[in-house]
């Protein structure tokens, strides 16, 4: 028998026994078996999207039984990449309020530091300006009052055995020019003098860490954070005060925005807007760095928490958001920069900020329309030479993935 008459005949074979199902389930139960599920029942394959491998390299292994929630998450990216994606991710601190809480917190750091050197994972370590006590006053400490506690907490570190290769990347105070912090009453000079008092601290006892700034790109009111009205304006008055030599990297900071469904206009989506590559250019030569890195992403969904706001991108859109912020980290590398681009990928859809900007949940890794995307995306910084970094974090239960 021909492979085509072998085809034919099984198909008829399905259609007569789905047939003979429907008669025998209207006899017992008087219920019409109608043509919709009679196509449920021959063909009920659950829709998979065709991931390649992003790399050429073997994944990193023991990652899903690691202590850190973004370690395990990086599993995932190495599930849907079927290889392996980064050895960089981003991770958070904050102050110490005192010389007894430096310790404690310095002891959390050191066990996360640790678990990342176990695998092979360099942390791009973000230090943001608050504490138990709520956010540090950028003036304050640029008066020296938290400087004992920095010192104690590096020393801290240090005496926990890790070494300047251990501590990965070290960025105080990011995102300064935004309205997040308590920085009121400061001036970009005020924010120069808070680094360079933070970075001398932890260069005393770990002399050649890599050290960062990130700003972001747009620069807003200390009183208005509206996100249509930054102004993309020269970092220069943020980091010409800071040592030279302090650090080995500049980072820039741009994310797209779109208005809710209840609103009008084009918001900004163009990387060369949010993530333009001359204000990040201009402000690494002050500093007389070569590095750059960007950190943004691509959001699937936004205004979240209110179903009449919410609006969601496409695939296809998101993809081009993407290819439209690695051209801007291509333009860096043709001006002879090393160019990172870390992805924001964390769900934060639930809370305050209502924006999801993950690419799929724990349930649907493989099958989510997003995956691709991002696989893709992978693929061409590979082909570009742009190094990648992430943040994300695994959580144990109640994800609230999109896809």
Same mark, same amino acid.
């Given at each position: 028998?021909?492979?085509?008459?072998?085809?034919?005949?099984?198909?008829?074979?399905?259609?007569?026994?789905?047939?003979?199902?429907?008669?025998?389930?209207?006899?017992?139960?008087?219920?019409?078996?109608?043509?919709?599920?009679?196509?449920?029942?021959?063909?009920?394959?659950?829709?998979?999207?065709?991931?390649?491998?992003?790399?050429?390299?073997?994944?990193?292994?023991?990652?899903?039984?690691?202590?850190?929630?973004?370690?395990?998450?990086?599993?995932?990216?190495?599930?849907?990449?079927?290889?392996?994606?980064?050895?960089?991710?981003?991770?958070?601190?904050?102050?110490?309020?005192?010389?007894?809480?430096?310790?404690?917190?310095?002891?959390?750091?050191?066990?996360?530091?640790?678990?990342?050197?176990?695998?092979?994972?360099?942390?791009?370590?973000?230090?943001?300006?608050?504490?138990?006590?709520?956010?540090?006053?950028?003036?304050?400490?640029?008066?020296?009052?938290?400087? @004992? $506690?920095?010192?104690?907490?590096?020393?801290?570190?240090?005496? &926990?055995?890790? %070494?300047? !290769?251990?501590?990965? #990347?070290? /960025? @105080? $105070?990011?995102?300064?020019?935004?309205?997040?912090?308590?920085? &009121?009453?400061? %001036?970009? !000079?005020?924010?120069? #003098?808070? /680094?360079?008092?933070?970075?001398?601290?932890?260069?005393?006892?770990?002399?050649?860490?890599? %050290?960062?700034?990130?700003?972001?790109?747009?620069?807003?009111?200390?009183?208005?954070?509206?996100?249509?009205?930054?102004?993309?304006?020269?970092?220069?008055?943020?980091?010409?005060?800071?040592?030279?030599?302090?650090?080995?990297?500049?980072?820039?900071?741009?994310?797209?925005?779109?208005?809710?469904?209840?609103?009008?206009?084009?918001?900004?989506?163009?990387?060369?807007?949010?993530?333009?590559?001359?204000?990040?250019?201009?402000?690494?030569?002050?500093?007389?760095?070569?590095?750059?890195?960007?950190?943004?992403?691509?959001?699937?969904?936004?205004?979240?928490?209110?179903?009449?706001?919410?609006?969601?991108?496409?695939?296809?859109?998101?993809?081009?958001?993407?290819?439209?912020?690695?051209?801007?980290?291509?333009?860096?590398?043709?001006?002879?920069?090393?160019?990172?681009?870390?992805?924001?990928?964390?769900?934060?859809?639930?809370?305050?900020?209502?924006?999801?900007?993950?690419?799929?949940?724990?349930?649907?890794?493989?099958?989510?329309?997003?995956?691709?995307?991002?696989?893709?995306?992978?693929?061409?910084?590979?082909?570009?030479?742009?190094?990648?970094?992430?943040?994300?974090?695994?959580?144990?239960?109640?994800?609230?993935?999109?896809?």
């Amino acid at each position: 028998m021909k492979p085509r008459e072998v085809f034919i005949f099984s198909l008829l074979f399905l259609l007569a026994s789905a047939y003979a199902v429907g008669v025998v389930v209207q006899s017992m139960t008087d219920i019409r078996l109608q043509a919709p599920a009679l196509a449920s029942l021959i063909h009920r394959s659950p829709s998979v999207q065709v991931t390649g491998d992003c790399s050429n390299l073997k994944p990193i292994v023991g990652l899903s039984a690691s202590s850190s929630p973004e370690l395990q998450k990086l599993a995932e990216y190495q599930e849907v990449c079927h290889s392996f994606v980064t050895d960089q991710m981003m991770i958070f601190g904050d102050m110490p309020k005192d010389s007894v809480d430096a310790k404690h917190r310095a002891d959390i750091m050191a066990t996360k530091l640790k678990e990342f050197k176990k695998h092979g994972v360099h942390p791009l370590v973000i230090i943001e300006p608050s504490s138990d006590w709520g956010l540090v006053d950028f003036t304050e400490f640029s008066s020296g009052f938290y400087t @004992p $506690f920095i010192q104690t907490y590096f020393a801290e570190l240090k005496a &926990q055995g890790l %070494t300047d !290769a251990d501590m990965g #990347t070290w /960025v @105080p $105070f990011p995102e300064a020019n935004l309205p997040y912090w308590n920085n &009121q009453s400061a %001036t970009p !000079a005020t924010y120069a #003098t808070d /680094v360079n008092i933070y970075l001398r601290a932890l260069r005393a006892q770990f002399p050649k860490t890599r %050290t960062s700034i990130m700003l972001n790109s747009a620069t807003y009111d200390s009183s208005d954070f509206n996100w249509a009205n930054g102004e993309y304006v020269s970092l220069l008055p943020y980091v010409k005060g800071i040592d030279k030599g302090l650090v080995t990297s500049f980072g820039l900071q741009g994310f797209p925005w779109l208005p809710n469904a209840k609103q009008t206009g084009p918001g900004i989506v163009d990387a060369a807007q949010y993530l333009g590559y001359d204000i990040a250019s201009e402000a690494a030569d002050s500093l007389g760095t070569k590095e750059i890195w960007y950190n943004t992403g691509s959001f699937h969904s936004k205004y979240t928490l209110d179903a009449s706001n919410t609006i969601t991108v496409p695939p296809a859109k998101r993809a081009d958001i993407l290819n439209g912020i690695l051209a801007q980290a291509n333009k860096l590398k043709k001006n002879g920069y090393s160019v990172t681009i870390n992805i924001f990928a964390q769900d934060k859809s639930g809370v305050t900020e209502a924006t999801d900007w993950s690419y799929w949940n724990s349930d649907t890794i493989i099958t989510s329309p997003d995956s691709p995307v991002f696989t893709s995306f992978v693929r061409s910084t590979n082909q570009s030479g742009i190094k990648l970094s992430l943040f994300d974090i695994a959580h144990s239960s109640g994800n609230t993935g999109n896809q």
